[in-house]
């Protein structure tokens, strides 16, 4: 497979198995994790994007924003088959979300990457920022 049999789609829908899979490959997937979640999860991202190839209708690769549809949002969920990888699929699908969503007037664009995907990033226009990524990691205190 080359480069010109994707295409990047933004979806609303796709087929749970294929998005599970991608999960897995990007090894964001636990075994107590409800496939049927997944619907949700692309409906509600702000876009969902699927890197298909051509010839078999599959998803290869996938990517997601989280956005208020205002002013920031966040790219999260990029993952590649690994066979796959070293294509320019990641990158093909990076760039059509941040056309997705300077499209739709959005010009703050973050995300966190992984651990050595830096260089990645920084080849398609993302820098370090002055914040700082945080984590909650405490328990939820509901009282007033």
């Known amino acids: ?6 295409q990047v789609e933004m979806v609303t829908s796709w087929p749970l198995d294929e998005i599970v899979d991608l999960y897995k490959v990007g090894g964001w997937w636990k ?8 619907d949700l999860l692309i409906k509600g991202s702000f876009a969902f994007a699927i890197a298909v190839d051509r010839k078999s209708g599959t998803a290869v690769g996938m990517g997601r924003a989280i956005s208020d549809g205002v002013s ?3 790219i999260q969920d990029v993952a590649v088959r690994e066979d796959l ?4 699929i990641g990158s093909m699908i990076i760039n059509a979300l941040v056309a997705h969503l300077k499209k739709h007037g959005i010009g703050w664009i973050g995300l966190i990457a992984e651990q050595g995907s830096r260089p990645f990033y920084e080849k398609i226009g ?4 002055d ?4 984590l909650y990691k405490g328990e939820t205190n509901n009282k007033e």
Request: charged share 40%; hydrophobic share 30%; proline share 7%.
């Open 1 to 6: 497979m080359e480069k010109q049999d994707i």
């Open 31 to 38: 075994d107590e994790y409800d496939p049927e979640g997944v």
């Open 72 to 74: 920031d949002a966040y």
């Open 85 to 88: 990888r070293k294509l320019g």
């Open 126 to 129: 993302f820098n370090n920022f």
């Open 131 to 134: 914040g700082e990524p945080m």
